[in-house]
């Protein structure tokens, strides 16, 4: 007969989730290792006290650890491809019926909590609270979820590898999306997911894409570059970010970042860096009426020479004609306090508002100064 969780706690079935836990507590203190215990019958008790929260009766067989490891090995690279896609056909599933549970909350207007995945798939806990905000806790790993209401996420953000097909993709019809503490908690989103926001704000953390070589399979010794763009929209609303680095595309009414690097697009109206580094191929695209501030005093040494800002109309200013251009240069329509600027005060740094006009019309030069006698009509002989 094969042993339950129940037995391996020396519980009954029907126990109260207090007597469960006092179970686990009390064989945890008597065979965890740092008691002298065996860590093996440790892992057993911890993993049926965990199976038990969640209504599992049984353990997992060794079939059911094989198929629902996160990471399989095989003899050839098409076993573990074929192998880790059924991995992202079971998270697909089950973000697909964490979907269909939230929506019929929202639909009934109540409250519940809820596990979805497993612990060998990854577990992820979802609740939707009283006031319609659905919190969801752990790393959402692959597959797509659609919420009408806000979404409060304490976990990292990935999307698979192997397939586009179970790609992770987050959409909020109305409401913020917003992590807990992104940057004390390091949570971050990478690997090519997307989160579309359509009527909210964006709080995030540190946000990467990947590029990789990928070998030709006819022409041997050819390599493609395989792209997992990260991309992040609230076209009407704001995205607040940290770092964002390596293949990520950004667009919102408003976007506050620190540093950008390595082909990042960032379109928005309203752009502020307030850190050091705009670089490697990147481009701004600024909407008709936008405008662009540097904050960090020394923003002019981290901009590299092939970023540039793209205006909506189509034209296209480097970046390093900026860092160079001075405000008293600028034309006189354009900026009508120029004496509260040193000479050498440059469009980068110090929070400047750079606006589209400006940007559209970097050519044109300031007025020339009347001498005194034109200015009281009087010609010089």
Do not use: C
């Not at 704000?201 to 022409?219: A, H, L, M, S, T």
């Amino acid at each position: 007969m094969v042993e339950s969780n129940y037995d391996i706690l020396g519980i009954v079935e029907g126990t109260t989730e207090k007597e469960i836990r006092d179970a686990f507590r009390r064989l945890a203190l008597q065979f965890h290792s740092d008691r002298g215990g065996e860590n093996e019958q440790f892992i057993q008790i911890k993993q049926a006290y965990d199976d038990l929260k969640i209504g599992k009766k049984y353990p997992e067989t060794d079939y059911e650890k094989l198929k629902n490891s996160k990471v399989y090995s095989g003899d050839t690279e098409a076993d573990v491809r074929r192998k880790n896609q059924i991995l992202g056909q079971e998270l697909f599933k089950e973000m697909k019926t964490a979907q269909e549970w939230a929506a019929a909350l929202n639909s009934s207007n109540t409250t519940a909590s809820r596990l979805f995945g497993s612990k060998t798939l990854g577990e992820i806990e979802l609740e939707r609270k009283a006031n319609g905000a659905l919190s969801i806790k752990g790393n959402f790993m692959a597959g797509s979820f659609s919420y009408d209401g806000p979404i409060i996420m304490q976990g990292s953000i990935t999307s698979p590898s192997w397939t586009e097909e179970f790609q992770t993709n987050i959409h909020l019809t109305n409401g913020d999306f917003k992590f807990v503490n992104p940057l004390e908690n390091k949570y971050k989103i990478d690997n090519g997911a997307k989160i579309i926001v359509d009527n909210g704000n964006v709080v995030i953390g540190n946000v990467y894409g990947r590029k990789f070589k990928i070998e030709d399979p006819i022409r041997v010794g050819v390599f493609q570059i395989q792209e997992h763009r990260t991309h992040i929209s609230a076209l009407n609303g704001k995205i607040i970010a940290e770092n964002i680095a390596n293949t990520v595309s950004l667009e919102a009414d408003s976007i506050i970042v620190l540093n950008v690097e390595d082909d990042v697009k960032i379109s928005a109206r309203e752009i502020l860096f307030y850190g050091a580094k705009l670089t490697f191929d990147s481009e701004i695209i600024l909407k008709e009426g936008g405008t662009i501030r540097f904050f960090e005093n020394f923003s002019i040494q981290g901009l590299s020479g092939d970023a540039i800002i793209k205006l909506e109309n189509g034209k296209k200013i480097r970046l390093f004609d900026l860092k160079t251009k001075k405000i008293k240069d600028l034309a006189d329509e354009f900026i009508s306090n120029k004496e509260n600027y040193t000479k050498d005060a440059t469009m980068i740094g110090n929070g400047f508002t750079i606006t589209y006009a400006m940007l559209d019309n970097l050519s044109m030069k300031p007025a020339k100064k009347q001498g005194w006698a034109s200015k009281f009509g009087l010609s010089k002989k």
